[in-house]
């Protein structure tokens, strides 16, 4: 079966410092992996995603994360983090023809003045 | 077209009684996903439906949880009976079918906070 696993529940950073959020995935199959984020009191909403091709993806608000199928991991990054960016953080793995979403457990990103 | 729309936001129910959310999905996705989210998780699925057909529940899926999308537009998810373990936040999502370019391209509502007291 496939799960995702969060390494960190919270990361503190300083407003302008890099971040990284890491994520690893197990799975026997190929995977669609994506990233989402969610502010408080809402919905999620999607950061990026690797469905194939290159291993660099890139995606709104300056994240970009890296598939590394060897490591099985998808870790997100941004060089540069503002305020606004502190919010809940999910990586998930989208499985079988369903596309059923399996998530991990989120990682909150605070962020420092 | 606005979204995902889930209806009500917020839910504070007694304990014992019946409560039934609504979502209404982007109208050209013919794919609607249920989850729920409880503190501190990440959303756990719970259904989805292709058109009118649901197709899959998961196990977390109770005998007193029903969901519906008659004439696959809206859906509906009921709660019978309702216990203090089933206070989470409920998710709706919904999302083009595979083979249409889209795969992955979820669109999550808002969500419903249920609180059982």
């Known amino acids: 079966a496939q799960s995702v696993t969060q390494l960190d529940s919270q990361v503190p950073v300083f407003e302008e410092a890099p971040v990284e959020l890491r994520c690893n995935y197990s799975?026997?199959?190929?995977?669609?992996l994506f990233w989402y984020v969610q502010y408080p009191n809402q919905g999620l909403q999607l950061l990026l995603k690797?469905?194939?091709?290159?291993?660099l993806v890139k995606g709104i608000n300056g994240f970009e994360a890296e598939f590394n199928k060897s490591q099985t991991s998808f870790h997100l990054r941004k060089p540069s983090v503002h305020i606004s960016d502190t919010a809940e953080y999910f990586c998930?793995?989208?499985?079988?023809?369903?596309?059923?979403?399996?998530f991990g457990q989120g990682t909150r990103l605070t962020i420092n003045p | 077209d606005t979204g995902v729309s889930q209806d009500p936001r917020h839910k504070i129910t007694k304990r014992g009684q019946n409560v039934t959310f609504r979502c209404d999905p982007i109208?050209?996705?013919?794919?609607l996903y249920w989850y729920r989210q409880t503190l501190g998780q990440g959303p756990e699925f719970l259904t989805y439906?292709?058109?009118?057909?649901?197709?899959?529940k998961s196990r977390l899926l109770s005998d007193r949880f029903s969901a519906e999308r008659p004439k696959g537009s809206f859906s509906t998810l009921e709660i019978q009976r309702t216990e203090q373990g089933d206070s989470a936040m409920y998710l709706c999502?919904?999302?083009?079918?595979?083979?249409?370019?889209?795969?992955?391209?979820?669109?999550f509502g808002s969500g419903t906070r249920l609180t059982v007291v």
């Open positions: 999502a919904s999302s083009h079918s595979p083979g249409t370019g889209s795969a992955g391209g979820y669109t």
């Open positions: 799975s026997s199959v190929s995977v669609y």
């Open positions: 998930a793995v989208s499985v079988g023809g369903a596309q059923k979403l399996v």
């Open positions: 690797y469905l194939s091709g290159s291993t």
């Open positions: 439906f292709q058109n009118e057909a649901q197709l899959e």
């Open positions: 109208s050209e996705h013919n794919r």
